[in-house]
């Protein structure tokens, strides 16, 4: 009985003739010309020394504040960070810059690579020694423009930050110094820690992770006091081949 009913299901399957063609594919293409002006406010911190040389080119420094200073009060940004150390009376050998993200927008969105861009053309940037640093949502931003720029920076330093992991791949030559918390209850840990183990596994041999064991979210204020930071970006530079 099995081997007649096989039989009879192999012959419907045959009666039952060739596949219809069904649908089709075809290329289409889309396209349409976009119109509109790029905008950041941001602040700016000249070393000393920046007139006096009209030849020298500096080093670059990009940070990108925290969820918290978004708007269009610049004031907010000197709250935390390099801003915050330059309020202060700290003297950098770089060229400083801090764009202010607009309200309830993500670094995501802005045109944080085309400020660069600018100030390539209107400052004395040195392109081989740009580097990018920012804290909770900029260091969400940092993880986000070193993936996207690959090619563009010396060294970052995110903060408190994310990511993804597979990304990772596509910065195994950069060096990376990350800062995190071990009890940030806003971004957790692991964050930092699958994007760093992501590098590592992708054979970067220049990414390190820094653990405060008793800091919550803010593991910013240490690690932008910390003179250590500011001489390891400025000991990397952008080589011609990487």
Not at 51 to 59: C, I, L, T, Y
Not at 116 to 140: A, C, F, N, Q
Not at 159 to 180: S, T
Request: hydrophobic content about 40%; proline content about 7%.
């Amino acid at each position: 009985m099995l081997r007649h009913g096989l039989i009879l299901i192999l012959g419907t399957l045959v009666l039952a003739g060739p596949l219809s063609r069904g649908q089709e594919l075809s290329k289409e293409i889309f396209e349409k010309e976009l119109t509109g002006t790029l905008k950041l406010e941001y602040l700016l911190s000249l070393p000393e020394g920046y007139d006096s040389d009209p030849a020298k080119k500096w080093p670059l420094l990009v940070f990108l504040h925290g969820a918290g200073e978004r708007g269009d009060d610049l004031k907010k940004v000197e709250m935390h960070g390099p801003p915050k150390r330059v309020r202060e009376g700290a003297s950098f050998p770089f060229i400083l810059v801090a764009p202010q993200c607009p309200a309830e927008a993500w670094w995501t969105e802005q045109p944080v690579l085309e400020l660069i861009d600018y100030l390539e053309k209107t400052h004395r940037v040195d392109s081989s020694k740009i580097y990018l640093t920012g804290l909770s949502m900029g260091g969400y931003g940092t993880w986000h423009f070193a993936t996207l720029a690959p090619r563009r920076f010396a060294a970052v330093a995110p903060v408190c930050g994310g990511g993804i992991p597979y990304k990772m791949r596509g910065i195994a030559h950069l060096p990376v110094w990350a800062f995190h918390g071990a009890k940030d209850p806003v971004v957790t840990l692991d964050e930092s820690e699958r994007l760093v183990e992501a590098l590592k596994k992708a054979g970067n041999k220049k990414a390190t992770l820094t653990v405060y064991p008793e800091a919550g979210h803010d593991s910013w204020t240490e690690t932008y006091q910390n003179p250590k930071l500011y001489e390891w970006l400025l000991s990397h530079t952008l080589d011609a081949g990487q």
